[in-house]
Each structure stands twice: as structure tokens, then as C-alpha cells.
């Protein structure tokens, strides 16, 4: 399953669009940071996001996301997955937590109100859920450590398992590796891929890695200036061809 999507047949493979974004266009004060961006996330396949510093990757994500708002352009889930899960560069844990509570909070928003009072008691069935996710990242064994005692990769795992506690369809992270050691940034790869090919999640992954994008990712989308350059298989782009995403462009 996993190796036949990475065929020339990938986008035929892949599954519904969970995302469709159509001619986003983000300004910060007068300045247009995003002009007519516009790309689709499907279930099932990792999306990489390539672009120089400034070229817009994280603005993106974040419109997306919610986190700021766009003024042109729409951004669309399929029913019922409208709130897509981050995964941050910055790891942020509660260090002094246990790891599966800090894998619970990924699902807060799920939780009553009145839990909230006692934001630490999270009911069981969250609990178990959470213990899934984190076994699906290979940190079970775990569970119990204090958070702030895990290494850096291990910490990534962990919050790749709180946004799966979340229960969101599309998952986005903004540079998932770029504080890790080259090993611990391919196993972090390799489990973004394994999440969106297995569990039919649509992943899209900010990276400054052409090498870890063409390796793990099915897609490849380029950002230059606010505007998308480059969008296509991962079979069918080159290292050339995504270094001319770095090349001019004054800044
Ligand atoms: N809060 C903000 N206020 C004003 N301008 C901003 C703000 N956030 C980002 N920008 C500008 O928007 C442009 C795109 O920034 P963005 O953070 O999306 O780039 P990026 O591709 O993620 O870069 P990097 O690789 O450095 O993370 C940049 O010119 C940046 O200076
Ligand atoms: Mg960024």
C-alpha cells in the first residue's frame, strides 16, 4: 500500500480531497504576503512545502489553519473536517506533564467544559485514545516519562501524537524536523508518510530538505514570493528544478 502509491500512479491512488484551497491571498498591512495560492491536500498522501525564507510557507499553513485570516481566496474541507491539526517546529510541551497527558490535550476541544475546571483529569476514553496514538508513533513504553525528559525527536513524536489525538483528517506541520539531527528528522519523515498512506490522512509538511520532500513526500508544492512556482508529483521534480525555488528573489 504504502510503496504502490509512490508509482507514477499516485495521483489517480490518491484518495478524496480533504482540502481545497483557491486563490489565497493573505496581506499583512499593505503588503501582500500571498497572491492566488491555490493547491488541494488529499486523504492519503504527504504534501511538501518548499519555498525560501519569506516565500510565504508558514502564512499558508496558518491561514489554513485559522490562525489568521485571509482576504481573498477560499479555503475548503470536506464535511466534516474542518479542523485541521498543527505540528509545530517549536515543540510545545508541558515539560513537567506526563507524555500521555500531554498527548490528551490534543483532544481538549472534545472534552466538556465543566472537565475543564481540572484540565489534567482526562476522562478514559480519551486516555485510550491517546495511548493509541502514541503507540502509533512507537512511544507507548513512554507514556509516563515527564515530557521535558524525552529528546527532541522523541518530543516531535509526541506532539505528531497529540495532533492525532485531535481526530482532524488533515494534519499540517511547519518544519515537523528542523530542530532534529538528521536521523531523527527521517524517522519523523518517514512516520508523516506512514500517517497519511496508513491512516488515509492528508499531511502537509513545511520543509527546508529538498532531499527529505522528494524522498518522503507524494507531492511538492513550491512557494516564491507569496505565489505557488511548483506543483507537482514527487516522481516528477528534480533537485534542479527546487533550486531554482532559492535562486533571485530579493528580500
Ligand atoms: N505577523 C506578520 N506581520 C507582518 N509580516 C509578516 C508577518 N508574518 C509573516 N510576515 C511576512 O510574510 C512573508 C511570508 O512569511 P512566512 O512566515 O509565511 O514565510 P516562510 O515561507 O514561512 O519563511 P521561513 O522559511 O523563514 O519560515 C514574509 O515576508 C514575512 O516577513
Ligand atoms: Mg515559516
Redesign the pocket.
Known sequence: MTTALRTADAEVSAGPALLTVDGLAVS?GA?R?LDGVSFTARAGRLLAFL?A???????TLRAVAGLIGHDGGTIEFASGTDRPAMVFQKIHLVARRSVLDNVCAGALHRIPLARSLHPWLFPAEIRREAMAALDRVGLADRADQRAGTLSGGQQQRVAVARALCQGAPVVLADEPVAALDPKAARSIMALLRELAHEENLAVAA?LHQPDLALEYADHVIG?QSGRIVLDAPAEAVDLDQIGELYAEVAR
Do not use: E, I, M, P
Request: aromatic content about 8%.
Open positions: 499583512y503588503a504576503v519555498g525564507n519569506g516565500s510565504g510557507k508558514s502564512t513545511v512557494l
